[in-house]
Nanobody
Framework: QVQLVESGGGSVQAGGSLRLSCALS????????FGWYRQTPGNQREAVAT???????IYTDSVKGRFTVSGDNAQNTIELQMNSLQPEDTAVYYC?????????????WGKGTLVTVSS
């Protein structure tokens, strides 16, 4: 059974840092694209930081220079280091792994972790 479990969310003041972690079981992120998305009430889920199958990191403009996505093969986890957090970063953050079979993508999602940034 595939499970993605996020942790590390919480409340922080503007300018602070948090590190999110996503523990994978039943799946690895080898030969996959993976990363983090976020969603606020009434809005679509948006990609925040992802790593493509070729190893290229992609960040949404608003987090460039502040967030860093990484994968730990030994621990089978996906991490998101978030620095200089701003109130607009407040959202539920989801980790995601996309596996490809014969070129067909299949998405796996965690249940999310809430990040709240106060001014």
């Amino acid at each position: 059974q595939v499970q993605l479990v996020e942790s590390g969310g919480g409340s922080v003041q503007a300018g602070g840092s948090l590190r999110l972690s996503c523990a994978l079981s039943g799946i690895t992120f080898d030969e996959s694209s993976f990363g983090w998305y976020r969603q606020t009430p009434g809005n679509q889920r948006e990609a925040v930081a992802t790593i493509r199958t070729n190893g290229e990191s992609i960040y949404t403009d608003s987090v460039k220079g502040r967030f860093t996505v990484s994968g730990d093969n030994a621990q089978n986890t996906i991490e998101l280091q978030m620095n200089s957090l701003q109130p607009e970063d407040t959202a539920v953050y989801y980790c995601n792994v996309v596996k490809y079979s014969f070129g067909i993508p299949r998405d796996y999602w965690g249940k999310g972790t809430l990040v709240t940034v106060s001014s």
